[in-house]
T-cell receptor, first 110, second 113 residues
Framework: DAKTTQPPSMDCAEGRAANLPCNHS???????VYWYRQIHSQGPQYIIH???NNETNEMASLIITEDRKSSTLILPHATLRDTAVYYC???????????FGKGTRLSVIA | EAGVAQSPRYKIIEKRQSVAFWCNPI?????LYWYQQILGQGPKLLIQ????????DSQLPKDRFSAERLKGVDSTLKIQPAKLEDSAVYLC???????????FGSGTRLTVV
């Protein structure tokens, strides 16, 4: 079973920041937080991951709370192409498999 | 680099027929995964290979599903006989040994009628 809780859906205006929350209150010390997204008719795409520090790449920023029980994925300037289902996943080290929940359906509106 | 290739893209079969899906992972990726995604749900892991050995197949319905990865490269997933509830998208993914994340293919959409 997924170890995360996400809102089922969110809307965001084009050009604004999209902030997607995720709760993972049972995360253990060696587990990472991963974010993937799935655009319609495509396979999931890796976005970002982190352990306890905030992370940023060309796609997004990941903010993890100090107690690691929740995190927020930030898309700084959402575009229509960011409309997708976003999955927050807690995963151990090595090749432990990704366990997906239902994710958050983000709709970016013009 | 080339992505994960899957074929066919779509398949429609009648219940009780058999079907096979093919996956070619990214070159050099030792780990290969098959996921099943039913409409409206997140992907569910069916089987994980490390090279040509099975690491985890605990959620594979072994009475009707089988998978193999010959020579540690390409993989096939077979369903025989298919049921209506097998209608789903079947996703293949691969990763480097101890890799950071997976790369997924676009999937095969199976409709059982």
């Amino acid at each position: 079973d997924a170890k995360t809780t996400q809102p089922p859906s969110m809307d965001c205006a084009e050009g604004r920041a999209a902030n997607l929350p995720c709760n993972h209150s049972t995360i253990s010390g060696n587990e990472y937080v991963y974010w993937y997204r799935q655009i319609h008719s495509q396979g999931p795409q890796y976005i970002i991951h982190g352990l306890k520090n905030n992370e940023t790449n060309e796609m997004a920023s990941l903010i993890i709370t100090e107690d690691r029980k929740s995190s927020t994925l930030i898309l700084p300037h959402a575009t229509l192409r960011d409309t997708a289902v976003y999955y927050c996943i807690v995963r151990g080290s090595g090749n432990t498999p990704l366990v997906f929940g239902k994710g958050t359906r983000l709709s970016v509106i013009a | 680099e080339a992505g994960v290739a899957q074929s066919p893209r779509y398949k429609i079969i009648e219940k009780r027929q058999s079907v096979a899906f093919w996956c070619n992972p990214i070159s050099g990726h030792a780990t290969l995964y098959w996921y099943q995604q039913i409409l409206g749900q997140g992907p569910k892991l069916l089987i994980q290979f490390q090279n040509n050995g099975v690491v985890d197949d605990s959620q594979l319905p072994k009475d009707r599903f089988s998978a193999e990865r010959l020579k540690g490269v390409d993989s096939t997933l077979k369903i025989q006989p298919a049921k209506l509830e097998d209608s789903a998208v079947y996703l293949c993914a691969s990763s480097l040994d101890q890799g950071v994340g997976y790369t997924f293919g676009s999937g095969t959409r199976l409709t059982v009628v």
